[in-house]
């Protein structure tokens, strides 16, 4: 079975620096970019970052850029997005994805559960 797990959501107080994992299975994943989006309920998603496959070339959403950090490890097919100087707008939830197709056009195919991050001051 292809799937990403994305495994713990955190709640956490503005200042600290989570890091998110997604781990895959039933693909090989250092054939596929892949990617972090985050949705809230009413709103549309978002695409937080996106890394190539071979970690090369990375992609921040503006709202994120010089905070989060996205890489991966592909010898334990996972990923991963440090997340530092959160603040309150980053509360929602966090997904990653698999994403097929050109670098300037991706698609994404496969989801994880998504997980929470809660920030509070």
């Known amino acids: 079975e292809v799937q990403l797990v994305d495994p713990g959501g955190d709640s956490l107080q503005s200042g600290r620096s989570p890091s998110l994992s997604c781990v895959s299975a039933g693909f090989t994943f250092d054939d596929y970019a892949i990617g972090w989006f985050r949705q809230s309920p009413g709103k549309e998603r978002e695409g937080v970052s996106c890394?190539?496959?071979?970690?090369?070339?990375?992609y921040y959403a503006y709202s994120v850029k010089g905070r989060f950090t996205i890489s991966r490890d592909n010898a334990k097919n996972t990923l991963y997005q440090q997340m530092n100087s959160l603040k309150s707008e980053d509360t929602t939830v966090y997904y990653c994805?698999?994403?097929?197709?050109?670098?300037?056009?991706?698609?994404?195919?496969?989801w994880g559960q998504g997980n929470q991050v809660t920030v509070s001051s």
């Open positions: 890394i190539s496959p071979s970690d090369i070339s990375t």
């Open positions: 994805a698999r994403g097929y197709g050109t670098p300037s056009k991706l698609e994404y195919d496969v």
